[in-house]
């Protein structure tokens, strides 16, 4: 019998002995022996999950912990947000796969998602379903890149992340990853992202995306430069496994204009920025930019249903029929779901709390500019990352950071990591945090780097 809090009144961070509990054990070892040695997120956040509400989940030992991984940041609208649970259900009575078929649910769904588009965009695109995940769309955007302008390279950019299916992790900067697969997808040229707290190349802040950016634009113009007209340019606005790197504005603006110069599709990614994390609805509005394809998955349908689309302007439709399918692309439950959040997130002024919060974390993380091995806070929205380096050296103090997590897991906060060497502190809550969790969560992270203090 595993002990769950009954009441909202008893969702407070608490945790009774160490991590794992009795009964959280019991599963982590099932696991370990009947699932895939790929499994990642128990390995350093070791609890099995028994239930969750809005910002909080308990573990099968009743422990209580603030979530700001929010299922990294698929759960906008929290854990088990009642409208939309009532959505899906409701939906689910109906029907609950479709395929590519019309229905009422997927055009509602539709409706809603063109609606979020900037006005300048929103009539001149369309909309294809993947497979129900991001890196299915992001398959799907390269072959209709490639398809529309009949070349074959890609570039993308350092540090990048855009999934982990064979195509996706071509275009992921992560090596490591891709080291044991042989014969990955060829023709994906890499490229400095604007990550001033570590110059790419070398520089001081200012000038560095200078010459981060003007490396592309003299390879791109240049016949001797060695890269063939890519069919597509793919940028994160903030890199999230990367680190939570916000690209610098100049940065974002010039590759959008070099590429428009040269008819390359700009690809953005807003597969972990979308649905409002960033406190606009897509992350490339705060950039003044307008994107040939872009990329949405995790966070569509509010609660972890899973979907995926790209929206593509119209001059890129070259498919035949057929193109690109995927079984699972018409979730309908989620479609449900998704239509629902999006009135949720206008009813509610959702982004308007993602942008107040976030100046709350800015405030609150903003005292830990005066510690030595904080190399940088940085974020936007509700998408903040904490970045820990040796002060003698620069070099990323993974060890800290991994330090810290489990000790705010072991006081009731869960919080991930990614960056170099895992060094960077991630913050992802759901979009719906109260000012009073925020609180929370920051008094026992803060605690966490002063307790954990620099590795030895």
């Given at each position: 019998?595993?002990?769950?809090?009954?009441?909202?009144?008893?969702?407070?961070?608490?945790?009774?002995?160490?991590?794992?509990g009795?009964?959280?054990?019991?599963?982590l070892?099932?696991?370990r022996?009947?699932?895939?040695?790929?499994?990642?997120?128990?390995?350093?956040?070791p609890?099995?999950?028994a239930?969750a509400?809005?910002?909080?989940l308990?573990d099968m030992?009743?422990?209580?912990?603030v979530d700001?991984?929010?299922?990294?940041?698929?759960?906008?609208?929290?854990?088990?947000?009642?409208?939309?649970v009532?959505?899906?259900?409701?939906?689910?009575?109906v029907?609950?796969?479709?395929?590519?078929?019309?229905?009422?649910?997927?055009?509602?769904?539709?409706?809603?998602?063109?609606?979020?588009?900037?006005?300048?965009?929103?009539?001149?695109m369309?909309?294809?379903f993947?497979?129900?995940?991001?890196?299915?769309?992001v398959?799907?955007?390269?072959?209709?890149?490639?398809?529309?302008t009949g070349?074959?390279?890609?570039?993308?950019?350092?540090?990048g992340?855009?999934?982990?299916?064979?195509?996706a992790?071509?275009?992921?900067?992560?090596?490591?990853?891709k080291?044991?697969?042989?014969?990955?997808?060829?023709?994906?040229?890499?490229?400095?992202?604007?990550?001033?707290?570590?110059?790419?190349?070398?520089?001081?802040?200012?000038t560095?995306?200078?010459?981060c950016?003007?490396?592309?634009?003299?390879?791109?113009?240049?016949?001797?430069?060695?890269?063939?007209?890519?069919?597509?340019?793919?940028?994160?606005?903030?890199?999230?496994?990367?680190g939570i790197i916000?690209?610098?504005?100049?940065?974002?603006r010039?590759?959008r204009?070099?590429?428009a110069?040269?008819?390359?599709?700009?690809v953005?990614d807003?597969?972990?920025?979308?649905?409002?994390?960033?406190?606009?609805?897509?992350?490339?509005?705060?950039?003044?930019?307008?994107p040939?394809?872009?990329?949405?998955s995790?966070?569509l349908?509010?609660?972890g249903?899973?979907?995926?689309?790209?929206?593509y302007?119209?001059?890129?439709d070259g498919?035949?029929?057929?193109?690109?399918t995927?079984?699972?692309?018409?979730?309908?439950?989620?479609?449900?779901?998704?239509?629902?959040?999006?009135?949720?997130?206008?009813?509610?002024?959702?982004?308007?709390n993602?942008?107040?919060?976030?100046?709350?974390?800015?405030?609150r993380l903003?005292?830990l500019?005066?510690?030595?091995?904080?190399?940088?806070?940085?974020?936007?929205?509700?998408?903040?990352?904490?970045?820990?380096?040796?002060?003698?050296?620069?070099?990323?103090?993974g060890?800290y950071?991994?330090?810290?997590?489990?000790?705010?897991?072991?006081h009731?906060?869960?919080?991930?990591?990614?960056?170099?060497?895992?060094?960077?502190?991630r913050?992802?809550?759901?979009?719906t945090?109260?000012?009073?969790?925020?609180?929370?969560?920051?008094?026992?992270?803060?605690?966490?780097?002063e307790?954990?203090?620099p590795?030895?």
């Amino acid at each position: 019998m595993t002990r769950t809090p009954t009441a909202r009144a008893a969702l407070a961070p608490r945790v009774e002995g160490a991590l794992p509990g009795p009964h959280s054990a019991e599963f982590l070892e099932h696991q370990r022996q009947w699932e895939s040695s790929a499994r990642a997120y128990p390995r350093h956040l070791p609890i099995a999950i028994a239930g969750a509400e809005g910002s909080y989940l308990w573990d099968m030992d009743g422990n209580v912990f603030v979530d700001f991984l929010a299922g990294a940041g698929v759960l906008s609208l929290g854990h088990n947000h009642p409208e939309l649970v009532h959505a899906a259900t409701e939906q689910m009575q109906v029907l609950t796969h479709g395929l590519d078929f019309p229905t009422a649910a997927k055009r509602e769904f539709v409706d809603a998602q063109l609606s979020m588009l900037p006005p300048a965009l929103r009539s001149r695109m369309r909309m294809h379903f993947c497979g129900p995940g991001g890196a299915n769309a992001v398959d799907a955007a390269v072959k209709l890149c490639k398809t529309a302008t009949g070349r074959g390279d890609l570039v993308s950019f350092q540090g990048g992340f855009h999934g982990s299916s064979h195509a996706a992790m071509a275009l992921t900067g992560l090596v490591a990853q891709k080291r044991p697969i042989a014969n990955g997808v060829p023709g994906v040229h890499f490229f400095p992202y604007s990550y001033c707290a570590r110059c790419p190349v070398g520089l001081s802040p200012d000038t560095c995306t200078t010459n981060c950016v003007g490396l592309l634009e003299r390879s791109l113009r240049d016949p001797n430069g060695g890269i063939p007209l890519p069919a597509a340019v793919i940028l994160e606005m903030v890199q999230g496994e990367g680190g939570i790197i916000p690209a610098d504005r100049d940065f974002v603006r010039r590759v959008r204009a070099l590429t428009a110069e040269l008819d390359i599709p700009l690809v953005v990614d807003e597969v972990q920025t979308g649905c409002g994390r960033t406190g606009t609805w897509f992350a490339f509005e705060h950039y003044d930019i307008e994107p040939d394809v872009i990329i949405a998955s995790k966070a569509l349908s509010g609660m972890g249903l899973p979907v995926a689309v790209i929206f593509y302007d119209r001059r890129l439709d070259g498919w035949a029929p057929g193109a690109h399918t995927g079984t699972f692309r018409g979730n309908q439950a989620a479609f449900a779901a998704g239509a629902a959040a999006v009135r949720i997130v206008r009813r509610d002024d959702v982004l308007g709390n993602v942008r107040q919060r976030g100046r709350q974390l800015a405030e609150r993380l903003g005292t830990l500019h005066s510690d030595v091995w904080v190399r940088e806070v940085r974020g936007l929205g509700l998408m903040w990352g904490i970045e820990l380096a040796d002060p003698r050296d620069g070099r990323p103090a993974g060890g800290y950071a991994r330090a810290v997590q489990a000790y705010a897991l072991q006081h009731g906060l869960i919080v991930e990591l990614g960056g170099r060497d895992d060094s960077v502190i991630r913050l992802m809550p759901p979009l719906t945090v109260t000012a009073e969790e925020i609180d929370l969560a920051c008094a026992i992270l803060l605690d966490a780097i002063e307790h954990c203090g620099p590795p030895r």
